[in-house]
């Protein structure tokens, strides 16, 4: 049968599973992988479709090699994958205590590409390797070897673990790959009530009021400020932890 044509990346996919799955046809992955895009309701890609096959067919596929998938294509129960994007936002290292005793560390940070963004996890060894590069906020970080899980707010998100790895501004990735870091913000006289996410700078108009309150036997802060640019001011509320990291906040 003649050799159908699909994309490289797909192509590669394949192939990897070809080499180790003797079992299987050309043929019939091609069509496990339709399968899967249907299962999918139109969320996956040909190339996030192929990469759920390989992985239910037991096979660690090549994702350093392959370049990186598209944040958007990424789905939950991925064991080895590489995704690229530039840092929207990057958190203070947190430490904690697992169940049985042992220390642990984690840096969470978003990425995002010209086709979405993700939340990532980086774990122990890792926190401390990136926390030398200094503000990561604006560069752009490769993480290869990495898993995906769902998220408590139902996202997939993106670990690294031991066998990961992660470069900070690598020079064989073509920047154009990723928006530049101006494009990822509103401008404030553009925001509307309907956006549920949104990222915007402004210049502090007054000094920020603080408050505390108590709701069924809770307590909790609210900080209240009123930022603006060339467009417009809109007011901005943090509350408690939140309002916590911008107690400091002056105006100017």
């Not at 205590?97 to 990532?120: A, I």
């Not at 926390?131 to 070897?145: D, T």
């Amino acid at each position: 049968m003649e050799r159908q044509p699909f994309l490289s990346a797909i192509q590669t996919i394949v192939e990897d599973i070809l080499s180790k799955r003797h079992d299987l046809s050309q043929e019939s992955i091609l069509a496990l992988i339709e399968e899967k895009k249907k299962e999918g309701r139109g969320l996956l890609s040909d190339e996030g479709a192929a990469r759920l096959v390989a992985e239910e067919l037991l096979i660690q596929t090549r994702g350093t090699e392959l370049g990186r998938m598209q944040l958007r294509d990424l789905v939950s129960g991925l064991n080895d994958v590489t995704v690229s994007g530039r840092v929207l936002t990057a958190w203070p290292p947190q430490s904690f205590q697992r169940r049985d005793g042992t220390p642990g560390r984690v840096l969470r940070l978003v990425l995002v590409d010209r086709s979405g963004r993700t939340s990532c996890a980086l774990w122990d060894r890792h926190v401390d390797v990136i926390s030398r590069k200094g503000n990561l906020q604006g560069r752009v970080v490769r993480i290869g070897h990495a898993y995906t899980r769902q998220g408590l707010s139902g996202d997939t998100e993106v670990h690294a673990g031991d066998r990961s790895s992660i470069d900070v501004d690598p020079s064989d990735l073509p920047t154009q790959d990723f928006p530049e870091f101006k494009e990822l913000f509103t401008q404030l006289g553009k925001l509307t009530i309907d956006q549920n996410q949104v990222n915007a700078v402004g210049v502090v108009q007054l000094d920020p009021k603080n408050y505390t309150f108590t709701k069924e036997d809770r307590t909790g802060s609210v900080l209240r400020a009123l930022i603006a640019d060339e467009t417009g001011s809109i007011p901005v509320v943090a509350w408690n932890e939140r309002a916590e990291e911008l107690k400091d906040l002056k105006k100017g």
